[in-house]
């Protein structure tokens, strides 16, 4: 297993920090994952793009953009890198009242993909459209999304779809959520305070190279109940099915195929260069 802390690679994929470590303690930090496909990065720039945003918005000061770049080099060159897999950059603050950060990357395995079955999770910890200092970051305070998970889990689910109080549909804990009505692509947009995930943004450029249109916008759960396909968008899974919605039933469709086909093979496009 591929660890490397502050720059320097950890040969048992274990490492020391400090108790007073606020990622530790408090959650205090950012992340990113980011895909690799035969040894190459999918999005890279983009993944670091929102990583420097998100470390902003923490006021975190991360390392230069060479050096984390030269970091995510040095783990994609590993001879023992499984596939699938990813690589995750865990950037946390290394003491209170400090901007100094401690970065963990390490190599991720990735299960086989798989269409979903979800349930509705009220999230209220989601701003839905309020303006405040994290929106759209994405930190490592996942605790309120991983509830939500182990919700739909303890359901007979494999994940949750939140929504706010009014029920308006956000995203789900570790995706982007779509579905479509009519042959039009619906997703919730980014103005609700959703993570601006990197696979929903090229599902929606691959889109747009196959005429495909996709309105973003602010719905209720009701209309996506109606809907004729679901999907969901995520680095791990790409683009998926989901096939059950608090036991209504989607079958796969053909818009879902097309964009799963047209961002595979936006994906291979922009891997090969």
């Given at each position: 297993m591929f660890v490397m802390v502050d720059g320097h690679v950890s040969n048992d994929g274990t490492f020391v920090t400090s108790y007073a470590d606020q990622g530790l303690q408090r959650g205090d930090g950012c992340f990113e994952f980011v895909r690799l496909y035969g040894g190459r990065y999918f999005a890279l720039d983009d993944h670091l793009d929102r990583l420097e945003r998100s470390a902003a918005s923490l006021q975190l000061r991360l390392p230069e953009r060479r050096t984390l770049e030269e970091w995510f080099a040095m783990a994609a060159g590993q001879h023992d890198v499984p596939e699938p897999c990813g690589v995750r950059l865990v950037v946390s603050r290394r003491a209170p009242d400090t901007d100094q950060v401690r970065c963990?990357?390490?190599?991720?395995?990735?299960?086989?993909?798989?269409?979903?079955?979800?349930?509705?999770?009220?999230?209220?910890?989601?701003?839905?459209?309020?303006?405040?200092?994290?929106?759209?970051?994405?930190?490592?305070?996942?605790?309120?999304?991983?509830?939500?998970?182990?919700?739909?889990?303890?359901?007979?689910?494999d994940d949750a779809i939140l929504v706010d109080r009014a029920g308006v549909v956000l995203e789900a804990p570790r995706a982007a959520i779509a579905w479509v009505i009519a042959g039009v692509v619906e997703t919730p947009s980014l103005d609700l305070g959703i993570l601006d995930s990197i696979t929903r943004r090229h599902v929606i450029l691959a889109a747009q190279e196959e005429s495909i249109t996709v309105v973003e916008g602010t719905f209720h759960a009701d209309r996506m109940l109606t809907a004729d396909e679901v999907m969901g968008m995520s680095t791990a899974k790409e683009v998926a099915p989901v096939v059950e919605i608090d036991h209504a039933r989607y079958p796969p469709g053909e818009v879902t195929k097309a964009l799963a086909e047209a961002f595979r093979s936006r994906v291979n496009r922009l891997t090969a260069t």
């Open positions: 963990v990357l390490g190599v991720d395995s990735l299960p086989p993909a798989r269409q979903w079955t979800m349930t509705l999770v009220t999230a209220p910890w989601q701003p839905a459209g309020e303006a405040w200092e994290l929106a759209g970051a994405k930190t490592l305070s996942y605790a309120p999304n991983m509830a939500a998970a182990r919700v739909a889990t303890d359901r007979g689910f």
